[in-house]
C-alpha cells in the first residue's frame, strides 16, 4: 500500500472545519474553535462522552476541570487531589470518570455529577507513572509509562466497580526503556480484541493481547510516530498525537490491528505540544499541555478544536 501523509496548514484546517461542520452538524460549527483552561492548570488529559462536555484532568494537583463544548463555559468538577490527574476516560451511561493518577501510583473513579470520589485504588509498585486509559467492554486498562506493565479495573455486572486492581506484565517484544515515557496512550482494536499502547520513547505502536500481556510491534511499513503520546480510535481509524512531531496522524487499522497505514498528518499553529485528543462530532480535541514551557500559576493553557479529517 502507497503511505500518503498530507500536510494541512492552520488556515486550509480552519476553512476545512467551517466546511465540515456547515452540514449535519451545524450546530457544532458554532461551538468555540478553542477552549479556555484556568491558568497554571496544567492539563495532560481529556475525556468526552455522549453529550458535549469535556473534562480535563490537572498534573498540577489532580483537580478535574469540565468544559461546555457548546459555550467554552467551564467549572472545577472535583477538587485537587493531592497528586496528578493524567488520562481520563468517561463512563457517560454511569456517571463516571476513570482517572489516571500518574506519579501519585493510583487509580481515581470521579463521579461527572457532583465530582465526588467513588474509588481510589493504589498500584502496588512504587517508582510508577500511571498515564492513560481506555474503558473496554467489562474492563479498564491504564498504562505505566515508567514500569511494563497494564493495569486492569474488572467491572462486575451493572458495571460493578472491583474491589482491587489488577497488574498484566508486558511481555513479547515490549522493551521498557531506561529514563523515557514508555507506555502512554491506550486504546482497543476495531475488533475489540486487544490493546493498542503507543510507545512514546520509541515511536511506535504495539498490539497487546490483553489475557496475556504478550505484544507485538504494530507493522506501520516503516513509518514511526515520533513520541507517540495520546490515541483515540474511530471506528478504524486511530488517531496518534505526536508529542515529538507537533502534530496529530491518522493511522488506517487492520481490523486485528496488527497492521496499520499511516494516511495523514494533522499540524496547526495552535498546537503546542499537544498530549492527546478527543472527538465529538466532527471535531477533535486537541490538549495543549505545553510541556515546553516552565510552568507558573498564570501559564495559560487551552484545548483546541480541528476538523476530523
Known sequence: MRRTRVYLAAAFAA??????LGGGTAAAGRFPAELRLPDGFRPEGIAIGTRPVAYFGSLADGRIHQVDL?????????????GPSAGLAVDPARHRLFVAGG?????????????ALLANYPVAASGSY??????????????DSFQPRLYKLSLGPGGELPS????????????????????????????????LVGHSAAGALFR???GTGVASVVDLGGATLPGADGLLRVGRDLYVVEGDGGRVSKVG????GAVGLVERALTDHRFDHASTVAAFGDRL???????SVVPVAGTRYTAVAVPRF
Not at 457548546?70 to 493531592?82: D, F, I, V
Open 15 to 20: 476553512a476545512l472545519s467551517a466546511a465540515l
Open 70 to 82: 457548546r459555550t467554552g463555559a467551564g467549572r472545577q468538577l472535583s477538587a485537587p487531589a493531592g
Open 164 to 195: 482491587a486492581l489488577e497488574t498484566v506484565t508486558l511481555g513479547g517484544q515490549w522493551q521498557n526503556l531506561p529514563d523515557s515515557f514508555n507506555a502512554n496512550g491506550i486504546a482497543t482494536t476495531p475488533d475489540g480484541r486487544a490493546l
Open 130 to 143: 500511571v498515564n492513560d486509559v481506555v474503558i473496554a467492554g467489562d474492563a479498564v486498562w491504564l498504562t
Open 253 to 256: 487499522l487492520r481490523a486485528d
Open 285 to 291: 480535541y486537541v490538549v495543549n499541555a505545553r510541556f
Open 103 to 115: 506519579t501519585s501510583g493510583e487509580v481515581r473513579v470521579i463521579d461527572t455529577r457532583d465530582g
Open 208 to 210: 497487546v493481547d490483553p
